[in-house]
């Protein structure tokens, strides 16, 4: 272990269980058995489309197939998915209830097999703590669990035991995955965040700099990723009272990903905190 964690502070911000669902780029999820094979394809997407229309695209193809065949499943699964991505970027808590009733299709559908990491996901979202381990040992003991899947297990067993308060558990699942993942970038920040919220900053700042300026998330397929690293400096230097510095981050992190809701929430919160209540109401 790095350190010793003080006794006290305050619970884990809520941004670790609600962030992780903007990174869902859907292939298949720990579900218990080998998914099936796509009967036709999906609809072409052409780069000039808003996001907003590719997903809902994507969830009316994949509504549709679910409707057609009771056994889809894997349908109400993308479904569930594309409805929390659009949460991230629309800010509507609606698009959240319309991937939990995707989900509650996808179980019956799966008979006995189903979406068990993307309920998971949801319910972290919602901070139903109670409901996500049960959902986590299903999907890590699943037919078919690829590194990613096993990843983003350990990611949320971390998440939800630091938010319950468990943090030397915590801490020993995030710096095993900083050795297991060769410092991926999704462990660096979320171990940067225990740092920051222990009063390490001086670590977390290390952290997010080593995420920053990780090769992998240099192209413009990273830039999600990128944001969601400078959004965490930014927040981390908000509750620092360091406020250029969290103007400079948020603004860059808006820059890159310009239709995040949760970038635009923290933007807010910084000028309403720095007196700009005429910007924090934009």
Avoid at 208 to 229: C, F, K, M, Y
Avoid at 258 to 268: G, Y
Wanted: glycine share 6%; aromatic share 8%; charged share 25%.
């Amino acid at each position: 272990m790095r350190r010793a964690l003080p006794i006290a502070f305050a619970f884990f911000a809520a941004s670790v269980l609600s962030y992780g669902v903007s990174m869902i780029e859907h292939t298949s999820r720990s579900s218990g058995m080998t998914p099936p094979t796509a009967s036709s394809a999906a609809p072409v997407i052409t780069p000039e489309e808003d996001r907003l229309a590719v997903i809902d695209r994507e969830i009316a193809f994949h509504r549709a197939r679910g409707l057609a065949d009771p056994n889809a499943w894997l349908d109400w699964d993308f479904v569930a998915n594309g409805y929390m991505q659009r949460a991230r970027l629309s800010g509507d808590y609606q698009d959240w209830r319309r991937a939990e009733e995707a989900l509650a299709a996808a179980f019956p559908a799966g008979r006995g097999y189903g979406p068990f990491l993307t309920r998971a996901t949801f319910n972290a979202a919602m901070h139903r703590i109670d409901r996500v381990d049960a959902d986590l040992d299903a999907a890590e003991h699943a037919a078919l669990v690829t590194p990613s899947d096993y990843d983003a297990i350990l990611a949320m067993r971390a998440d939800t035991r630091f938010y319950q308060g468990r943090y030397v558990e915590a801490l020993e699942i995030y710096d095993g995955q900083i050795l297991r993942t060769h410092r991926s970038v999704d462990a660096l920040v979320m171990l940067a965040q225990l740092d920051w919220h222990t009063g390490h900053f001086e670590e977390a700042t290390d952290l997010l700099d080593e995420a920053a300026a990780s090769p992998r998330i240099q192209d413009a397929h990273g830039a999600t990723l990128r944001a969601w690293v400078l959004m965490t400096r930014a927040t981390m230097e908000q509750a620092r009272g360091r406020y250029d510095a969290a103007r400079e981050a948020i603004a860059t992190a808006k820059a890159l990903n310009p239709d995040d809701a949760h970038i635009d929430e923290v933007e807010a919160q910084i000028r309403e905190e720095t007196g700009d209540e005429e910007g924090a109401l934009a």
